[in-house]
């Protein structure tokens, strides 16, 4: 099946720093997501970008899909953005599947 | 509109008695597909569904039954459980992209947080 890498695994910030956290994948995809979980546990999506650039507010992504590489940048962190960063991709209809995650924690 | 709804939010169990984990989403997304998340882990994918009647292992399938009777409802079977079966399980939908445009992505429910003892 396709790997999912993402990095860092672990990343502490002071509140109004940028970061950028990286997701890699093993085969093409046609379907890339990347979601916040936050501490209470609950899952929101961020992003479907299976390729290009897509912003919101703070926060925007980019797949480069034929380097099989995807990166979400997060601006002006505040602390409500601590948590887990998750990418997951698909091929088709057939199985996902999410790389570890990355912790995010945003220090006043 | 209510998205994807899992019931019940918390559950404990003793080992070896079986349950059902309900999922329904009102969105008329043909893929849906249930997931563990252990402690300090990610997600793994244990069963998923590309329509009624369609069902598929993911990564962890072992322990867990599922069915596909209609669109809305794809839900979750623990025929004996374990506690290696404690988890926070997730399910989600989306709309399989088999010959339309994928312009979408996944919803989830809030989770079941399963306990075996």
């Known amino acids: 099946g396709i790997q999912v890498e993402q990095s860092p695994p672990d990343l502490i910030l002071q509140e109004g720093a940028n970061s950028t956290l990286r997701c890699n994948f093993s085969d093409s995809v046609n379907n890339l997501q990347w979601f916040h979980q936050n501490p209470w546990g609950q899952l929101i999506n961020l992003f479907y970008i299976p390729s290009g650039t897509k912003q919101n507010g703070r926060l925007s992504a980019t797949t480069v899909a034929t380097e099989r590489y995807s990166l979400l940048y997060i601006s002006s962190s505040q602390t409500t953005d601590s948590g887990v960063y998750f990418c997951?991709?698909?091929?088709?209809?057939?199985?996902?599947?999410f790389g570890d995650g990355t912790t995010l924690t945003v220090k006043p | 509109n209510a998205g994807v709804t899992q019931t019940p939010k918390f559950q404990v169990l003793k080992t070896g008695q079986s349950m059902t984990l309900q999922c329904a989403q009102d969105m008329n997304h043909e893929y849906m597909s249930w997931y563990r998340q252990d402690p300090g882990m990610g997600l793994r994918l244990i069963h998923y569904?590309?329509?009624?009647?369609?069902?598929d292992q993911g990564e962890v399938p072992n322990g867990y039954n599922v069915s596909r009777s209609t669109t809305e409802d794809f839900p979750l079977r623990l025929l004996s459980a374990a506690p290696s079966q404690t988890s926070v399980y997730f399910c989600?939908?989306?709309?399989?992209?088999?010959?339309?445009?994928?312009?979408?992505?996944?919803?989830f429910g809030s989770g079941t947080r399963l306990t075996v003892v």
């Open positions: 569904s590309v329509g009624a009647g369609i069902t």
């Open positions: 989600a939908s989306s709309y399989s992209g088999q010959g339309k445009v994928l312009g979408y992505g996944y919803t």
């Open positions: 997951a991709v698909r091929r088709g209809g057939g199985k996902s599947t």
